[in-house]
T-cell receptor, first 116, second 116 residues
Framework: AQSVAQPEDQVNVAEGNPLTVKCTYS??????LFWYVQYPNRGLQFLLK??????LVKGSYGFEAEFNKSQTSFHLKKPSALVSDSALYFC??????????????FGQGTTLQVKP | KAGVTQTPRYLIKTRGQQVTLSCSPI?????VSWYQQTPGQGLQFLFE???????NKGNFPGRFSGRQFSNSRSEMNVSTLELGDSALYLC???????????????FGPGTRLTVT
């Protein structure tokens, strides 16, 4: 079964410190992995994706993610957190059970709280 | 380029009524997906359309239906509303065309449906 796990409901960091939001996945076939961010009363905003190639993927707003095939993980990182990064973050994987679908399977989300 | 638009943004309906939500994808995107977001269940896939054809369907009762028009705009309908249908309904569009496509999905702001 395809699944995504975000083991932390909330991550708290101080502004200026590095942040990591964790994600592990289980999917058949090659994983297509995504990170999205959601601000209150807004839809999801695309941050970055891993399809193939370099294990370190750079995305919007200074975020990056590290793909680790052996650990089936795709952790989101940022070297220096901003208060404005406080939001709900979702990891997602494209459903690999069918080759002809763009359906995304989402993790439960992690609330990132950055304190000044 | 204009983003994904969804109308209406907010809806209040009574149990037993039906509702239709609308989604206009980003210009040029032919794939539209719908997701339901609730605090308890998170983000769950409803359906996916491509070129007016339903390509994939999530595990929701038959009260949930959708369609896509020739201009790629999509609607979803929920009949005989139940209290548990209260949720944020998100539409996403993509360039996704087939198995080798790696395009990400772009989300609209959502329609907040409240069933009383």
């Amino acid at each position: 079964a395809q699944s995504v796990a975000q083991p932390e409901d909330q991550v708290n960091v101080a502004e200026g410190n590095p942040l990591t939001v964790k994600c592990t996945y289980s999917v058949s076939g090659n994983p297509y992995l995504f990170w999205y961010v959601q601000y209150p009363n807004r839809g999801l905003q695309f941050l970055l994706k891993y399809i193939t190639g370099d294990n370190l993927v750079k995305g919007s707003y200074g975020f990056e993610a590290e793909f680790n095939k052996s650990q089936t993980s795709f952790h989101l990182k940022k070297p220096s957190a901003l208060v404005s990064d406080s939001a709900l973050y979702f990891c997602a994987v494209r459903d690999g059970s069918s080759s002809n679908t763009g359906k995304l399977i989402f993790g439960q989300g992690t609330t990132l709280q950055v304190k000044p | 380029k204009a983003g994904v638009t969804q109308t209406p943004r907010y809806l209040i309906k009574t149990r037993g009524q039906q509702v239709t939500l609308s989604c206009s994808p980003i210009s040029g995107h032919r794939s539209v997906s719908w997701y339901q977001q609730t605090p308890g269940q998170g983000l769950q896939f409803l359906f996916e359309y491509f070129s007016e054809t339903q390509r994939n369907k999530g595990n929701f009762p038959g009260r949930f239906s959708g369609r896509q028009f020739s201009n790629s705009r999509s609607e979803m309908n929920v009949s005989t509303l139940e209290l548990g249908d209260s949720a944020l309904y998100l539409c996403a569009s993509s360039y996704f065309t087939g198995p080798l496509s790696s395009y990400e999905q772009y989300f609209g702001p959502g329609t907040r449906l409240t069933v009383t």
